[in-house]
């Protein structure tokens, strides 16, 4: 029987192999569904053998040959005297590039390659955004079926379902195995970097449930980010989303309170911010940068964001945060990519910079826009500023309004807790907690 070391070791293989194991199938079969199979069977068979015969010196090109011959098999079965010699010659032919790319050891040279395919596929703007995301996560981020669905709140059949669908609506609109160029490339890249900014998101504030985050998500996404770093490394905006999700990601062990409770960015621990993350954030941030010089191109909405995180991330303490540079990149990321959050953190900033005033005179036009009519940050983010301005029992309504709409169980508590503070006068008006972590490009209802 298999240890539970050794079952822990091959899942540890797979979480790491599992992507590009896909990634080299579905260049050589053409199909990402099948890859997918012949990569679970290898799997398979790595838990029978791999306890009894000791796990291989290299797991994943054992995985990739194992899923191979597997392969080659499963042709070769289908290949008989009564399918139409058209059929047996594209099998023929298919049978042959697998056996030249085992010669020729593609499936290893190509891997960089493969791994972006893969992520161009399971992000493709044919998907539905729910699709996507499973999908992705699914393939790429090495998580199951049922980690998937207890990180959405949602049954695992549904799950399952999104993923059958997603394969089979690649399969029939016949989405090529290849990276898109020219200008294909532009639409296609930010699907993908929307789906590993929506996952990381999902991680980083949960939107429904009784968790405030969900780490596992930001695992997985850092990862994505990290993987496309590599295999696309002259794209700018690549390198901003992975700036930002190291830079989000070094706050997460100081998000939270010893009883799951928020802990959000002006109350938080800075001791805590993992600078490791910090260095490796400012480090691909300082690369887009550059990027974006050498292109002649304005920095864009990611690596705007990025920047802004890392004002956070260089002030040893709240107060020596540059609220007044924070405000100048907002300004230049409403230009970039216009949204109502984009002007919501703006107000936030624009109230630190200048005054509670501004502040509220910056948010009055947000007031009455419709995206933002159920979001529970724009009450929030008023009752902030009212606060600062002195004007506690409007704020306590503003809060209580907040909590009536959010769908996250840890925010809801905090939020009533600051409405029941405010309408006893019991919150100061010189340093209340700041009530928006100042990030986020998508918008409510996205």
Same mark, same amino acid.
């Given at each position: 029987?298999?240890?539970?070391?050794?079952?822990?070791?091959?899942?540890?293989?797979?979480?790491?192999?599992?992507?590009?194991?896909?990634?080299?199938?579905?260049?050589?079969?053409?199909?990402?569904?099948?890859?997918?199979?012949?990569?679970?069977?290898?799997?398979?068979?790595?838990?029978?053998?791999?306890?009894?015969?000791?796990?291989?010196?290299?797991?994943?090109?054992?995985?990739?040959?194992?899923?191979?011959?597997?392969?080659?098999?499963?042709?070769?079965?289908?290949?008989?005297?009564?399918?139409?010699?058209?059929?047996?010659?594209?099998?023929?032919?298919?049978?042959?590039?697998?056996?030249?790319?085992?010669?020729?050891?593609?499936?290893?040279?190509?891997?960089?390659?493969?791994?972006?395919?893969?992520?161009?596929?399971?992000?493709?703007?044919?998907?539905?955004?729910?699709?996507?995301?499973?999908?992705?996560?699914?393939?790429?981020?090495?998580?199951?079926?049922?980690?998937?669905?207890?990180?959405?709140?949602?049954?695992?059949?549904?799950?399952?379902?999104?993923?059958?669908?997603?394969?089979?609506?690649?399969?029939?609109?016949?989405?090529?195995?290849?990276?898109?160029?020219?200008?294909?490339?532009?639409?296609?890249?930010?699907?993908?970097?929307?789906?590993?900014?929506?996952?990381?998101?999902?991680?980083?504030?949960?939107?429904?449930?009784?968790?405030?985050?969900?780490?596992?998500?930001?695992?997985?996404?850092?990862?994505?980010?990290?993987?496309?770093?590599?295999?696309?490394?002259?794209?700018?905006?690549?390198?901003?989303?992975?700036?930002?999700?190291?830079?989000?990601?070094?706050?997460?062990?100081?998000?939270?309170?010893?009883?799951?409770?928020?802990?959000?960015?002006?109350?938080?621990?800075?001791?805590?911010?993992?600078?490791?993350?910090?260095?490796?954030?400012?480090?691909?941030?300082?690369?887009?940068?550059?990027?974006?010089?050498?292109?002649?191109?304005?920095?864009?909405?990611?690596?705007?964001?990025?920047?802004?995180?890392?004002?956070?991330? %260089? =002030?040893?303490?709240?107060?020596?945060?540059?609220?007044? #540079?924070?405000?100048? !990149?907002?300004? *230049?990321? +409403? &230009?970039? $990519?216009?949204?109502?959050?984009?002007?919501?953190?703006?107000?936030?900033?624009?109230?630190?910079?200048?005054?509670?005033?501004?502040?509220?005179?910056?948010?009055?036009?947000?007031?009455?826009?419709?995206?933002?009519?159920?979001?529970?940050?724009?009450?929030?983010?008023?009752?902030?500023?009212?606060?600062?301005?002195?004007?506690?029992?409007?704020?306590?309504?503003?809060?209580? %309004? =907040?909590?009536?709409?959010?769908?996250?169980?840890?925010? #809801?508590?905090?939020? !009533?807790?600051? *409405?029941? +503070? &405010?309408? $006893?006068?019991?919150?100061?008006?010189?340093?209340?907690?700041?009530?928006?972590?100042?990030?986020?490009?998508?918008?409510?209802?996205?």
């Amino acid at each position: 029987m298999p240890t539970i070391e050794t079952h822990e070791a091959i899942e540890a293989v797979w979480r790491i192999e599992s992507a590009r194991l896909i990634a080299g199938l579905t260049r050589l079969v053409g199909d990402v569904g099948l890859a997918e199979e012949l990569a679970q069977d290898a799997l398979v068979l790595a838990l029978e053998q791999w306890p009894t015969d000791g796990i291989p010196p290299k797991p994943g090109a054992w995985l990739m040959t194992t899923a191979k011959h597997r392969a080659i098999d499963q042709i070769r079965r289908r290949s008989t005297l009564q399918r139409k010699h058209d059929e047996i010659g594209r099998d023929q032919a298919l049978e042959q590039r697998i056996a030249l790319a085992d010669l020729a050891n593609r499936a290893d040279d190509d891997v960089g390659d493969d791994l972006l395919r893969l992520i161009f596929i399971a992000c493709h703007p044919v998907l539905s955004r729910d699709a996507r995301i499973a999908l992705t996560l699914r393939l790429l981020g090495g998580l199951t079926t049922d980690e998937i669905a207890h990180a959405y709140l949602v049954s695992e059949a549904t799950i399952a379902q999104r993923i059958v669908r997603a394969k089979r609506t690649l399969t029939e609109a016949h989405v090529p195995f290849e990276v898109p160029r020219g200008a294909d490339l532009g639409p296609r890249l930010a699907s993908v970097l929307e789906v590993v900014y929506l996952i990381f998101n999902e991680g980083y504030a949960a939107t429904t449930g009784d968790d405030w985050m969900r780490p596992g998500l930001c695992e997985a996404a850092l990862r994505l980010g990290r993987m496309l770093a590599v295999v696309a490394p002259n794209e700018p905006e690549v390198h901003g989303l992975a700036a930002l999700m190291e830079i989000q990601a070094s706050r997460l062990a100081a998000r939270r309170g010893p009883g799951g409770e928020p802990v959000l960015l002006l109350d938080q621990d800075r001791r805590l911010w993992d600078q490791v993350l910090v260095r490796r954030g400012l480090s691909a941030l300082a690369r887009a940068e550059r990027l974006d010089d050498s292109l002649d191109l304005p920095l864009g909405p990611y690596t705007l964001q990025a920047a802004i995180a890392a004002c956070h991330a %260089r =002030a040893r303490r709240p107060e020596d945060t540059d609220w007044v #540079r924070i405000v100048g !990149l907002y300004d *230049a990321l +409403a &230009a970039t $990519a216009p949204s109502p959050i984009v002007e919501l953190n703006r107000a936030v900033a624009v109230g630190m910079a200048y005054g509670p005033a501004a502040g509220l005179e910056a948010l009055e036009p947000l007031r009455d826009d419709r995206l933002l009519s159920e979001y529970h940050l724009l009450p929030a983010v008023r009752a902030d500023l009212l606060v600062k301005a002195g004007r506690t029992t409007e704020a306590a309504a503003e809060w209580r %309004r =907040a909590a009536t709409l959010t769908k996250n169980a840890r925010e #809801r508590v905090l939020l !009533l807790g600051r *409405a029941a +503070a &405010a309408a $006893a006068n019991m919150v100061d008006p010189v340093d209340p907690v700041h009530p928006v972590d100042l990030e986020g490009l998508s918008s409510p209802g996205e």
